[in-house]
């Protein structure tokens, strides 16, 4: 479970995150939306203790991230496919991981098997494409056998396949009971994989809500996302109608 209090982040004049309120709740897949620069990431560094709040507070199972015993235990993230050391394995950059957050050595294969890499565990990560990239970032997530998950954009460079893969996986998390929070800009893709929606825009919360429940009353769940966002789009092309 995440709960994220008043959460508030400036940059000099400018307020990325604006006194956001909510839970994300375990046993279900719960999607994070909003346009460019909308605050997504930001929330999320926050949740994690990448970037310290100007105000506020975000817990998970009840605790600041920094203050848990043995995060990776707790909370499994990716943030971005970086961090990656090209001259290592599959396998061994698991195994490095595992060790330097007290894990036993066999949760990398698990890892690897849960992410579909187990076939190419003892490849240099130089060699792989942006998808391998993304499920290694996926298995590393998964590493802990963590309660929460915390995805930023976790179908970046999926073909669709893996895009399939990454769905199913979400699910079969969630129906675990482990708390799942993704965020994405595939709005087609979130009606399939999420069942609760969070929406952002403009640094505040617009939208806490079931995907059926925020789709009612619209044509689809794109047609409902611009209808609410459309007035907090930071970043539009010029003469580009976002409707
Ligand atoms: N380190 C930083 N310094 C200054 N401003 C920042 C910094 N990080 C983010 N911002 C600003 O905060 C706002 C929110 O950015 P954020 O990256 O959280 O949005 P996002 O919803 O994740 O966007 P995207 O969908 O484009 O990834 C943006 O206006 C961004 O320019």
């Known amino acids: 479970m995440i709960e994220v209090q008043q959460l508030t982040k400036r940059y000099g004049g400018d ?3 604006d006194g956001v309120t909510f839970a994300v709740e375990p046993g279900r897949v719960t999607g994070f939306l909003g346009p460019n620069g909308a605050g997504k990431s930001t929330t999320i560094r926050m949740m994690l203790a990448l970037t310290t709040p100007t105000s506020g507070r ?3 199972n009840g605790r600041p991230y920094r203050s848990l015993p ?3 235990r707790e909370v499994g993230a990716l943030v971005e496919a970086a961090g ?4 290592r394995t599959a396998y061994r950059h698991l195994c490095w991981l595992a060790a330097s957050n007290g894990l036993p050595r066999h949760r990398a294969t698990v890892a690897l098997e849960r992410t579909g ?3 190419v565990a003892d490849r240099r990560i130089r060699g792989f494409s942006l998808g391998m990239r993304q499920r290694l970032g996926v298995a590393a ?3 802990g056998d963590p309660s929460t998950l915390i995805l930023d954009e976790p179908v970046n460079g999926l073909d669709p396949e893996g895009v399939h893969w990454i769905r199913t996986l979400l699910r079969a998390l969630a129906a675990e009971g482990r708390t799942v929070l993704i965020s994405s800009h595939l709005i087609s893709e ?3 994989t999420a069942d609760h929606l969070l929406v952002i825009g403009a640094g505040r919360l617009l939208a806490d809500t079931g995907v059926d429940e925020f789709t009612r009353g619209h044509a689809s769940l794109e047609a409902a996302y611009f209808a609410l966002t459309a007035d907090t789009t930071r970043y539009r092309g010029a003469g580009g109608s976002t409707r």
């Open 141 to 143: 997530a998964l590493l």
């Open 70 to 72: 043995a995060p990776l």
């Open 117 to 119: 890499l187990a076939s």
């Open 58 to 60: 975000a817990t998970v």
């Open 15 to 17: 307020t990325a995150v």
């Open 84 to 87: 990656l050391h090209g001259g």
């Open 190 to 192: 979130m009606a399939l």
